[in-house]
């Protein structure tokens, strides 16, 4: 089996895919004709990143197992200046209440091809995503999540738990969804335990998915107690149903939202610490 095609028409001999390969499998033929070529082993060893295919500048090279058209090239009238990208940045926000209008399910798809390329340890690529957009689900998770809540707070002792989870339940009795806060979709990212930096996989995953979410006139917030319950409740855990053996961060909902904002907020100046 071979990973790479080199056209030798294309290929300048510049060497930039050699050395852009983050696994060093492709070398030079100095002794030869000087044309890149793969290391033995090279097959199996290749992350699949497709570096070396982006990075040429002259189209010649061919991952074997993309099909051409896979690696299309960068658009340069779409580039992002700085001060555009760092407003962008600055501009997402956790949003905590939403409009009562669904989310379609082909914009979720939109949002989630969006987040797929976001980095992954390795480039494993083995993040899934359980979407949940049916209102009588949506308010039965909500529901578990108030139980498991109840059950902390009449068992543990006080202290033990945040002091905000009574109002949670107050404001549920008096029939807020202090839970969901009426988002019309909830997004729980997860990944194989196998895999060592699952956990971080699926928070950058939900990173991207935030952000696109922005320009997509969408909005979303981490959602901390239906984590909380997902970590212990069995009823929610079945609800929600992961893939076996797979572990999660915090589920995200998702909306549009009912409130725009006007100014940038200020947040705490870093530490750096400079060695
Ligand atoms: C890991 C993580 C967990 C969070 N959990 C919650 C949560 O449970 N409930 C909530 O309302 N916001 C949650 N947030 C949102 C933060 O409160 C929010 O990011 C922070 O207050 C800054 O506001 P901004 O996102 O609008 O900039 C979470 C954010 C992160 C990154």
């Not at 989630?112 to 049916?134: E, H, M």
């Not at 549009?256 to 947040?267: A, K």
Request: glycine share 8%; charged share 20%; net charge negative.
């Amino acid at each position: 089996m071979t990973l790479l095609t080199i056209d030798h028409d294309k290929c300048k001999k510049d060497g930039l895919c050699a050395l852009d390969c983050p696994v060093g499998l492709i070398r030079m033929d100095t002794e030869g004709d000087g044309f890149p070529v793969e290391v033995a082993g090279a097959e199996s060893a290749c992350l699949k990143c497709g570096h070396c295919m982006a990075v040429c500048p002259h189209g010649a090279l061919t991952l074997d197992r993309y099909p051409g058209d896979a690696f299309p090239e960068i658009d340069k009238e779409l580039t992002v200046g700085t001060a555009q990208a760092i407003q962008f940045l600055r501009t997402r926000r956790s949003i905590r209440h939403y409009k009562d209008r669904p989310v379609e399910k082909a914009t979720i798809e939109s949002l989630i091809q969006v987040a797929r390329y976001a980095p992954t340890a390795g480039n494993s690529q083995s993040v899934q995503w359980t979407v949940f957009t049916n209102p009588p689900d949506l308010k039965t998770i909500a529901q578990q999540t108030i139980d498991c809540l109840r059950d902390i707070v009449e068992t543990q002792p006080t202290g033990t738990y945040p002091p905000y989870f009574p109002l949670i339940l107050a404001g549920w009795d008096m029939g807020v969804d202090t839970v969901l806060r009426g988002a019309p979709a909830l997004l729980v990212a997860s990944a194989p335990q196998e895999n060592l930096s699952g956990l971080v996989d699926v928070t950058l995953a939900l990173s991207y998915l935030e952000l696109v979410a922005v320009p997509m006139g969408l909005g979303t917030c981490w959602v901390g107690l239906v984590r909380r319950a997902l970590t212990m409740w069995k009823p929610i855990q079945e609800t929600i149903d992961l893939p076996q053996g797979h572990v999660h961060f915090y589920p995200m909902m998702l909306g549009h939202p009912q409130f725009r904002y006007h100014r940038l907020p200020e947040r705490r100046e870093p530490t750096i610490n400079w060695r």
